[in-house]
């Protein structure tokens, strides 16, 4: 099945530091999204990008299909962005099947004051 | 307000006793979702329901069981036969045919 990979595990930025959180996926898809996990628990939808680029306040991301990857970017990054962020992709429809969603297995996100 | 309420946030319960997790939205979403997060890992999918009175397996069906009797409603039930069942546990919807999932708060269930 589809592989979703997700780099660095880890990171830990000072506060107003930009980064860039990487997504790789081994198959077509016919979907992608970006979630924030808060520390509470709460999985928050960021964007939904199959392909192209979408801007959201500090936050955007960008999806090469073709290239089988997605890029999250955070600028001028807060202590309200720590957690984990989650890539997850939904694989193409095929007969007989319902399409789900693939988890990466997250970019646990630390920024400090 | 539209969304995704899940009740209880915290659940305890001794081994052997069956636990119904409630899921509800209001988003008219056909479609909803269980999965299990276990610490530092991603989330995997229990059960799914495309339609009313409809579900499928997901990949850890293993122990759990559901109902989809309203559109509205995905309650949850974590039974005796499910070995690790100490988890956090959200609910998704989303509209039919897959597109974006909206999530729940999550329920964390601790089994002693």
């Known amino acids: 099945g589809i592989q979703v990979e997700q780099s660095p595990p880890d990171l830990i930025l000072q506060e107003g530091a930009n980064s860039t959180l990487r997504c790789n996926f081994s198959?077509?898809?016919?979907?992608l999204q970006w979630f924030h996990q808060n520390p509470w628990g709460q999985l928050i939808n960021l964007f939904y990008?199959?392909?192209?680029?979408k801007q959201n306040g500090r936050l955007s991301a960008t999806t090469v299909a073709t290239e089988r990857y997605s890029l999250l970017y955070i600028s001028s990054s807060q202590t309200t962005d720590s957690g984990v962020y989650f890539c997850?992709?939904?694989?193409?429809?095929?007969?007989?099947?319902?399409?789900?969603?693939?988890w990466g297995l997250g970019t646990s996100l630390a920024v400090n004051p | 307000d539209g969304g995704i309420t899940q009740s209880p946030k915290y659940l305890f319960r001794k081994e052997g006793q069956n636990v119904t997790l409630s899921c509800e939205q209001n988003?008219?979403?056909?479609?909803m979702y269980w999965y299990r997060q276990d610490p530092g890992q991603g989330l995997r999918l229990i059960y799914y329901?495309?339609?009313?009175?409809?579900?499928q397996k997901g990949d850890i069906a293993e122990g759990y069981s559901v109902s989809r009797e309203k559109k509205e409603s995905f309650p949850l039930t974590v039974t005796s036969a499910q070995k690790n069942p100490t988890a956090f546990y959200l609910c998704?919807?989303?509209?039919?045919?897959?597109?974006?999932?909206?999530f729940g708060p999550g329920t964390r269930l601790t089994v002693t």
């Open positions: 329901s495309q339609i009313v009175n409809d579900f």
């Open positions: 198959d077509s898809v016919n979907n």
């Open positions: 988003l008219n979403h056909d479609a």
């Open positions: 998704a919807s989303s509209i039919a045919g897959g597109g974006e999932q909206y």
């Open positions: 997850a992709v939904e694989t193409r429809l095929r007969a007989g099947n319902n399409r789900k969603l693939i």
């Open positions: 990008i199959p392909s192209g680029t």
